[in-house]
């Protein structure tokens, strides 16, 4: 592929005009045609790129000369369907956005078409990528300091589900469920640090606040605002996600913890800036990683800024611009995939058992790559 990098866009909303800012600071990277269907998110997507064109067909993008690369941010369900008329027409490189699906049945779908596909697919996993928890990945698989990695445990306390186009993210059979739209991050980043697949999933769930006073056609939104989920994992580590999603007031939104023989790591992620809180001076808290070795005793803190330019450019703490840096060199072939499709499917999996897990009450077993009642 040439130094410049020609991409379109299927879908175009909040995350897609994310991507799109993100892009901007990339160097080479052109944005130069994008299907959405919603007029007023094609009106905001102008304003980012007034020199790319608007087309009416998902097929149009697929298809047009002046595009190297997709870039996929429509809604959940969508993008399985949308992968298969990419692969049928004009398979090329695309990234993305999580979850990559929302059922078993297009998880079977897209490891089918994983076989045959001949370009590259980079599922959309920000959190890797956000600078403390690289930081943090770092830490752990130097294997300097924690010794043997016991458990992990992720806790996310944030602000409910913003609104979407036709309110899509309101109701399980469009998102796969919370814990597959919002937590297959977590799912995936349990795998990634650890380095293993899961063998066991149970999960005690609720939705308790949120959204319970809203209708939609008639309908009351049924997608969880606060989870507990336990995984047990075939390297005999263990790990736990601690979901709240009515617990905005704090002054961070995440925190992730490895503990280890000798040691532990931890770091705590502020949120998006525009929902936060600030300090006394105004400013948004600056995420955190703390190492606590067992000797000598004593946390060692460090302050790990993100450069002021990425948090205004979206909400994920500098980690779409490093993302997109990444694929970047894929697509000039300066690198290989670092989140595979694999990856996004086994973390939409992990969120189906989570879900299957409450409402059976029972554990659900991993083991085969699917899923039953343990």
Known sequence: MSKNL????????????????????????????????????????SRLVPQARFVETEEEVIRAEDVDALVITSPNY????????????????????????????????????????????WVAMEYRYMPPIARLIEEVHSGKTLGKITSLSIREHRYPFLKKVDNWNRFNEKTGGTLVEKCCHFFDLMCFILQS?????????????????????????????NAFVIVDFVSEQRAMLELNMFADGSWF???????????????????????????????????????????????????????PKLLEAGDHNGSTFYQHERFARVLRGEQIVEVTLQDGINAVLMGLAAQRSIETGEAIDLSDGEYRIY
């Open 253 to 307: 939104q995440e925190s992730i913890v490895v503990v280890g023989s000798q040691a532990k790591v931890e770091c705590q992620i502020p949120g998006p800036t525009r929902f936060w809180p600030k300090n006394s001076l105004g400013e948004p808290p600056v995420p955190i990683l703390t190492l606590s070795p067992r000797n000598p005793k004593g946390p060692k803190t460090l302050e790990i800024p993100v450069d």
């Open 197 to 225: 697949k899961p063998k066991r999933i149970y999960c005690s769930g609720a939705q308790d606040v949120n959204h319970i006073d809203e209708t939609y056609n008639g309908r009351v939104p049924d997608i969880l605002d």
């Open 78 to 121: 969508l993008h399985t369907r949308q992968l298969e008329r990419i692969s049928e027409i004009r398979p090329m490189p695309v990234l993305v956005e999580k979850p990559i699906c929302t059922s078993l049945e297009q998880i079977r779908t897209l490891q089918k078409l994983d076989k045959d596909y001949p370009a590259p697919i």
């Open 6 to 45: 020609r991409y379109g866009f299927i879908g175009c909303g909040m995350m897609g005009q994310e991507h799109i800012r993100n892009l901007s600071m990339i160097a080479g990277a052109k944005v130069n045609v994008i299907y959405e269907p919603n007029e007023k998110m094609r009106s905001e997507s």
